[in-house]
């Protein structure tokens, strides 16, 4: 491929035709790039569910095509027209539409709007930023949601599905640390060792918590991070306990609660929705803060591989087949 030049840059690109959609590495000129205040030499992004789906050509995700996908990014202010930031400055995206709406991480230059943009936390870098990226941001999230709630340690076990995945590897270890008992739900029993060194106490298999059908169930869980929808959900907020909250933020299972208002009325157990993509610029800030206290390079070092762009494609075949374990940073150039 030819090499870009200062006026452009190059990207992942999702086309479609009568052929079908398909990704491919292109060169594009600046222009090509989104509006935006701000123009950034993107470093890294990150390897999510929602980009395995629109790198794979899912329908749902992309709302436009050709598209850059990679709904993250880490790197440098190239220049500012708003003046909020400066030339160098090192700053994490996240959501607002990037790679759905509009072009987003998996390229070496991206524009966003001023707003959108999170200083790196002091003493971190790009790398660590994505290590951590949506799936990490939205398990913190999800914590802090829990213990805006009530959630302390000692107050019970803390549930967390599809423990093996990106967001669940991330719940697990803050979690942890925050001194709760975790138990893990996983489809991969091979993964065991790893959730135990993430501090999980207990495992439990995928098809547990879907065969708990009835409309309340034994109380059992006093907080559930759960990323999974469907049939698991289900089962996990039936056997939530009086006062219990469950933080949901993903689907892989399934979009669909088939459920009864019963653990709402008669347990008061209240079910949190977490939306990593327009999160307020406050609260981004509180849960980046967080994770750099939390989550320090070392931490992730077991859960995290790092790929160059060119092996985005294959990778999102992989993590929608359920192959993909903890964290995959995508080196952007």
Known sequence: MTQATPDTYRA???LKDDQ?????????????????????????SSLNYKDGLAVSGRPGVLRTHPMTPGIDLAGTVIEDASGRWQAGDAVILTGWGIGERQDGGYATRARARAEWLVAQPAGTDAHWAM???TAGF?????????EDHGLTPGSGEVLVTGAAGGVGSTAVALLARAGHT??????????EAYLRDLGAA???????????????EKERWAGVVDTVGGATLAGAYASTRTHGSLAVCGLAGGHDLNATVFPLILRGVNLLGIDSVTCP????????????????AARLEAVTQTRPLSDVPALAAQILAGRVRGRTVIEIG
């Open 12 to 14: 992942l690109r999702v």
């Open 20 to 44: 079908g959609s398909r990704a491919e590495l292109q060169i594009l000129p600046l222009s090509a790039l989104p509006d935006g205040d701000v123009l950034i030499r993107v470093t890294h």
């Open 131 to 133: 290590s951590v990226g």
């Open 138 to 146: 939205t398990a913190m999230l999800a914590v802090m949601a829990l």
């Open 182 to 191: 975790v138990v893990t739900s996983t489809g991969r029993a091979q993964e």
């Open 202 to 216: 207990r495992i439990i298999g995928r098809d547990e918590l879907p065969a708990l059908t009835r409309p309340l």
């Open 281 to 296: 610029p406050a609260r981004r800030e509180a849960a980046w803060a967080r994770l750099a206290r939390d989550l320090p």
